[in-house]
């Protein structure tokens, strides 16, 4: 049986199979995050992070397609550590916001990559995601600076979230993602 020829793993490939993993480490840190909130009668931030899990579980398996799509080997990654413990709301929204602006900072990295390495494709799939981490942190500073605000008020925050939350719309211009978008 012939098997498929595949092109050698460059930088970028290489960081983007570790962007996979990044991305299912975020999804199951958001899990943990709403679950906590979950757990403290808070259904409106739960819900915001459930839905944050899933999009990011959603990322995770849009670079596993494009790295399918362009005949590159895909290993699905063991996620890292996640946090469990919290002691004030703050902490939780602190948590995902640093890790929003660290995804931001590898998708430029992977841009980068993708332009050193004049590989035009791979530069092309990566502006959704440059344009997807403008939204999510500047997405995450407003819940942040609206928890602040609240002064320990949650239901101040839940009101907020219930209010201003938009329903997930389809975003046409996503890239694909294996097994389907959730």
Known sequence: MATKKREPRSKFYELL???VQN??????QYIAVAVWFDNEDLPQLAKRFYQQAVEERN????IVQYL???DHPVE???TGEIRNEFSEV???IELALEQEKGVSADIQTLARAARDEDDYQGEQFMQWFLKEQ???VAQMTTLLNVVRRANGNLFDVENFLARESVAEDADPSMP???GGKL
Not at 23 to 28: H, Y
Request: charged share 20%.
């Open 17 to 19: 199979q570790q962007q």
């Open 59 to 62: 990322h995770a398996l849009a």
């Open 90 to 92: 703050t902490e939780l």
């Open 68 to 70: 399918m799509d362009t």
């Open 76 to 78: 699905i990654p063991a």
């Open 23 to 28: 991305e299912f480490n975020a999804s199951q």
């Open 134 to 136: 403008v939204e999510e």
């Open 176 to 178: 694909p993602v294996a």
